[in-house]
C-alpha cells in the first residue's frame, strides 16, 4: 500500500511490534491530510492498536485496571487464568481503551473537516482478535479460540445508514466490497451479497480453526 500512496508518514520507525510510538502521535497527520484541499482522498491509516506487547500500546501509568478486584478480574479468576494472563488482560483493555480514544479522534477529525454538502466515509475494522483469558488461560494471537476471529467493525458515512446493519454480521475478507461502496465505485462485476451496507447482502459463515456460537452482534 506505501507504494501506491502520492503521501506516506510514518511514525513508528523500529521493526516489529517493539516500537514504543503511540497510535495518537498520527492524529496531527491524519488532521493535516483531511484539511488538504483536493477534492477526492483516500486515507489509509494502519494503527498498532492493541497488539502485543500491550503495556506500549498505551501512555505510561495510563491503566486504571492495574491491581482493581472488579467483575472482570474476578471472572477470570474463577476461571483459573494465571496471574500472568489476568495482568496481560489488564493491559490489554487498558490498551483498548487508549485505541478506542484514538479512534474517537480519528473519527471526529474526518466529520470536523468534511466538506459542507460534500462525501465522506469513515471505516475502521481490525485484522484479527486477541485471546486474553476468554476460552485459555493465555494471552496473545489465537487460531484455536473464538476471541482469535472475532473482531470490530466500524462505519460511518455523511449520507444515512439503515440502523439494521448495526446488527449484520460481518466478514473481514469481504471488506473490500463495503469500501468500494463508501468509495462510491460501481462496476459490472460488483458482488453486493457481500456488500454490507447493501440490501442485497447475504451473509455466509466462513469455515474458521475455532468453533464460534454465534456471528450476531
Do not use: C
Not at 482522498?41 to 492493541?50: E, Q, T
Not at 485505541?99 to 480519528?106: A, E, I, K, T, Y
Amino acid at each position: 500500500m506505501p507504494a501506491l500512496a502520492d503521501t506516506v508518514e510514518m511514525i513508528n520507525r523500529r521493526p516489529g511490534r517493539g516500537g514504543e510510538s503511540l497510535d495518537g502521535e498520527l492524529l496531527d497527520e491524519v488532521g493535516r491530510a483531511i484539511a488538504d484541499p483536493s477534492p477526492r482522498k483516500l486515507l489509509v491509516v494502519h494503527l498498532m492498536g492493541a497488539h502485543p506487547h500491550y503495556g506500549l500500546r498505551r501512555p505510561p501509568g495510563d491503566n486504571p485496571f492495574a491491581g482493581r478486584d472488579d467483575a472482570v478480574e474476578r471472572q477470570l479468576r474463577d476461571a483459573g487464568r494465571s496471574a500472568w494472563t489476568r495482568e496481560a488482560r489488564n493491559d490489554y483493555d487498558a490498551a483498548l481503551r487508549y485505541h478506542d480514544s484514538v479512534l474517537s479522534d480519528l473519527l471526529k477529525s474526518l466529520q470536523g473537516g468534511a466538506a459542507t454538502g460534500g462525501r465522506a466515509a469513515w471505516m475502521y475494522l481490525s485484522d484479527h482478535g486477541q485471546e486474553v483469558g476468554h476460552e485459555l488461560d493465555r494471552a496473545g494471537h489465537s487460531a484455536v479460540t473464538a476471541a482469535g476471529y472475532r473482531i470490530p467493525a466500524l462505519i460511518w458515512r455523511s449520507e444515512p445508514i439503515d440502523a439494521a446493519i448495526a446488527t449484520r454480521p460481518f466478514r473481514a475478507d469481504w471488506a473490500a466490497w463495503t469500501v468500494a461502496e463508501l468509495l462510491g465505485l460501481r462496476w459490472s462485476g460488483a458482488d453486493d451479497s457481500r456488500n454490507v451496507l447493501a440490501g442485497a447482502y447475504r451473509w455466509q459463515a466462513p469455515r474458521l480453526g475455532a468453533q464460534v456460537a454465534s456471528f450476531e452482534r
